[in-house]
């Protein structure tokens, strides 16, 4: 026994084992041979011994063990945590003790190990559970993890306890012939919300190094390039070889029939046209009536007024998309005005500019002496805004320098050096919570201006321009500079913004007692006009015999129709006036030019809606008069008294420049400006009355128009001419002013204000924005035949009233015929009544048996 255990010994020294303790769960007992012991240098007692007992191997080395070796290697056990983890391995040597505790490579020497240990030297220890310590992973799982932002929204579903286990029938139906059965949201590119990505998460991975080739060009990007070459051509010789070939006569017979085939067709049909498209506009537009109602989109109403007040006026802005406008009024009677004078003027009259992002805050308010009834923006600069006052004055602003605040905003907070109009909705609310107030530039003089309300107002546009006696001259400026107001005082004004005469000079003097100083906030823009500004031209509409006047409410001009038609332009110039940051607007002292090229075929005329409910077509030329020789305006071209109200809307189509629509009192009517026989369409008495309304800008034959009761009647002329196509409730109170936008082709608005202050924004849906085919066409055609049916019905008219004449005519001569007689007219009738005298007295004779007379006699001879 004692050989064997020195035999063993001996074949342990020659192997030189080591071991690794596993009484740690992630360490784990490795044999290490002795080829795998040289070629790490811990070769025992050499490299290892007593006093250095252990050694520490690379993980770089084991790697580079693993390509050598491969499987062979002793760690290919624990290759996958060698090549995962960045660990390093600690070796120590299992001497030959004399109590024991040597490890044998092979199954023989384990057990003789185990009977030469005793088993009271060795107990096993468990592991011990430790405290886990953070190493900052779990912050980079919860980054990378998915969360849920909104909140979700639940819904319950229940139905009676009576229909648990009913049966179920199923069927087939057509989805379009039930409302809200199916929604189609089709995918259209929008220019305002493209986002630029600036950050991206991309794993990487190491990969083979993989080479393409390509056969065609790459084209990187887009450049101009010209090229010249000659053209190549047969010579004389092959031509004539050609010509007689018989390849080419082969050729040429048998596409012959197929080519002439498709000529025909491409002139019989256009092979170009969309069937599917027109198919979709015809159904969405006459076949689905699901969808015809407003939707509710946003409201906005002043939170921070203490007085109530209503709104009298709405324009959307010209050229940034999301941004309305309103002018905003006390409601009070004029008596109530004259009692809360003094608390009237402590409160600011404002126009608000409000923005889709926020609802609350204004973005901006323009102040003025007195509330507004009615503004304009200029159409050659937006920036520029007139207004009416209830006093009688206009106002001017001009907000350039405070442009950016709602135009050049860019994302992350800094100023663009581009000018890009951005839509409001991309703004954050909180970026513009504090709202500027902006004091006006210039207001009119009290004392030469308008008395009363100033009703309407409107711009001049920039191809001509007129003069104090209403003669029509070119533009030679190129900008708008003169507006047209009417107001409750019965009178018409054309005002110009620029100077009418030079200054003339004054003492020094003089000047310094006139200087004021203007407020650092003002724009010196109009300051030439400040209260001095008069009017260049006065119209006043008389009644005919009698002193009085009418007093008109609105107006519609002419050229009103290439204003609404130019608003793309008026972008164009926008863009144009910032890039060159010249502003024509902030020249005007030269005044008006002196000599002008006349307009000779101007029309002049326009119509005026008055507040007693007429519809005047006048001409705003002067003339002059033969008895006194001043210019007078002119008497009015028709009169028409169609309405039982007061008139609020005077507007032209933006389709028809020729076709008028008027609203006042319970009805509404359509007018052609070359008819003067009367309105085309004329409505019967609505249930209430109507207080505003406004043309569709999409669809000819679609306005809108609101009532007292809160309710606004769309009309279709299309589907209904005699009534509303439908009608929907808006509010509780009376609406005050109606006006659409157009957002996108896909998308379009209309803006309601109510007597309350509140302003409701309505999405239009696709039935009453999107036209049909032959929609304006079909209304052109319906116009032409009520001016035919207007026609006809004058004409029977006059022959009714000829034939009425006639008839006059036939009962004088009758009457004439008889009491003017001839002579032997006269003696025959005598002797006619004579002869009847004597037959009766005959007769009388005869009855009393006093006569006798034969047969044969008369009794005329007997006399």
Request: hydrophobic residues 35%; contains cysteine; charged residues 25%.
């Amino acid at each position: 026994y004692l050989e064997k255990q020195k035999q063993n010994k001996k074949e342990r020294e020659k192997r030189k084992l080591y071991h690794i303790s596993y009484c740690h769960p992630e360490i784990y007992p490795l044999v290490l041979t002795t080829k795998t012991q040289e070629i790490f240098n811990c070769r025992i007692d050499e490299d290892v011994t007593e006093e250095q007992c252990y050694k520490l191997i690379k993980k770089e080395d084991i790697l580079e063990d693993f390509r050598n070796r491969a499987a062979v290697s002793d760690f290919y056990l624990v290759k996958k945590l060698v090549r995962v983890g960045n660990i390093a391995l600690s070796l120590w040597p299992l001497l030959e003790k004399e109590n024991g505790h040597a490890r044998a490579s092979t199954q023989e020497e384990q057990e003789e190990a185990k009977e030469a240990v005793s088993e009271d030297m060795y107990t096993y220890k468990p592991p011990v559970s430790k405290p886990w310590v953070s190493l900052g992973s779990e912050k980079e799982i919860e980054e990378e993890s998915v969360k849920q932002s909104t909140k979700q929204v639940t819904y319950m579903i229940s139905r009676k306890r009576s229909k648990f286990g009913a049966p179920i029938l199923f069927s087939d139906r057509n989805a379009s012939s039930v409302r809200d059965s199916y929604i189609e949201c089709t995918s259209y590119p929008d220019k305002n919300f493209t986002l630029t990505q600036l950050e991206q998460d991309v794993g990487t991975q190491v990969i083979p190094e993989i080479k393409g080739v390509s056969t065609q060009t790459k084209w990187a990007f887009p450049k101009n390039a010209s090229t010249q070459y000659y053209p190549r051509e047969f010579s004389e010789k092959e031509k004539g070889k050609l010509a007689q070939s018989k390849e080419l006569a082969d050729f040429l017979n048998s596409v012959s029939t197929s080519v002439e085939i498709a000529l025909q067709q491409n002139e019989i049909m256009n092979t170009f046209v969309d069937d599917w498209k027109g198919l979709a506009e015809e159904e969405g537009t006459f076949g689905d009536k699901s969808d015809t109602h407003l939707k509710e989109y946003q409201s906005f109403t002043d939170l921070h007024s203490p007085m109530e007040k209503m709104i009298t006026c709405i324009a959307w802005h010209p050229t940034i998309y999301g941004l309305i406008i309103v002018s905003v009024a006390v409601r009070l009677s004029y008596e109530e005005r004259v009692h809360f004078s003094g608390k009237l003027l402590l409160q600011p009259s404002l126009i608000l500019f409000w923005s889709f992002a926020d609802p609350i805050h204004p973005q901006l308010m323009l102040e003025s002496p007195d509330d507004i009834f009615c503004f304009a923006f200029c159409p050659s600069d937006p920036n520029i805004i007139a207004g009416g006052c209830i006093n009688g004055q206009i106002v001017l602003w001009d907000i350039t320098a405070h442009a950016d605040r709602i135009e050049n905003i860019k994302a992350g907070g800094g100023r663009s050096k581009k000018a890009t109009l951005k839509p409001m909705f991309l703004l954050e609310p909180e970026s513009n919570k504090e709202a500027m107030y902006i004091r006006h530039c210039a207001v009119s003089s009290i004392e030469s201006g308008h008395k009363k309300v100033i009703t309407d107002i409107h711009w001049l546009s920039d191809t001509f321009e007129i003069n104090r006696m209403g003669s029509v001259f070119e533009n030679r400026n190129g900008i708008c500079c003169q507006l047209v107001t009417c107001s409750a005082d019965c009178t018409i004004c054309f005002w110009d913004i620029r100077p009418q005469k030079t200054a003339i000079t004054q003492p020094t003097e003089k000047k310094k007692e006139e200087t004021i100083e203007i407020p650092f906030d003002v724009p010196p823009t109009f300051l030439h006009l400040d209260l001095s500004w008069k009017p260049l031209s006065k119209i006043r509409l008389s009644k005919g015999e009698t002193s009085l006047d009418h007093c008109p409410t609105k107006l519609s001009l002419n050229e009103e129709h290439v204003i609404f038609k130019t608003q793309d332009k008026m972008l164009g110039q926008d863009k144009a006036v910032k890039s060159t940051e010249t502003n024509p607007y902030h020249d005007l002292e030269a005044g008006m030019s002196n000599i002008l090229k006349p307009i000779d075929d101007f029309c002049t005329k326009f119509f005026v809606g008055t507040e007693e409910g007429e519809v005047i077509y006048t001409d705003w030329k002067m003339e002059r008069d033969p008895e006194t020789g001043r210019f007078v305006s002119k008497k009015p071209v028709n009169l028409y008294t169609v309405h039982d109200g007061a008139i609020h809307t005077v507007q032209r189509s933006p389709f028809y420049k020729d076709i008028v629509l008027t609203i006042g009192g319970w009805n509404v009517a359509i007018w052609k400006e070359d008819v003067m026989t009367g309105p085309l369409l004329q409505t019967c008495c609505a249930p209430k009355r109507y207080t505003s309304g406004h043309w569709s800008l999409t669809r000819p034959g679609v306005f809108y128009i609101g009532r007292e009761d809160g309710y606004i009647d769309i009309w279709d002329l299309l589907e209904k001419t005699h009534e509303p196509a439908q009608s929907q409730n808006i509010c509780i109170t009376m609406i005050t002013y109606i006006k659409p936008w157009t957002y996108s082709p896909k998308q379009q608005f209309i803006a309601i204000a109510d007597y309350y202050g509140t302003l409701h924004i309505l999405e239009i849906p696709w039935t009453l924005s999107h036209p049909s085919l032959n929609e304006l066409s079909s209304v052109h055609y319906y116009f032409e035949r009520e001016v035919k049916h207007l026609e006809y019905v004058q004409q029977r008219r006059i022959i009714r009233d000829q034939e009425k004449k006639e008839m006059e005519r036939e009962l004088e001569r009758k009457k004439a015929k008889v009491y003017i007689k001839t002579k032997e007219q006269m003696e025959a009738e005598l002797r006619m009544e004579y002869e009847n005298y004597l037959e009766l007295e005959k007769s009388v004779l005869y009855s009393l048996g006093l006569g006798k007379v034969s047969e044969k006699t008369s009794y005329m001879d007997v006399l």
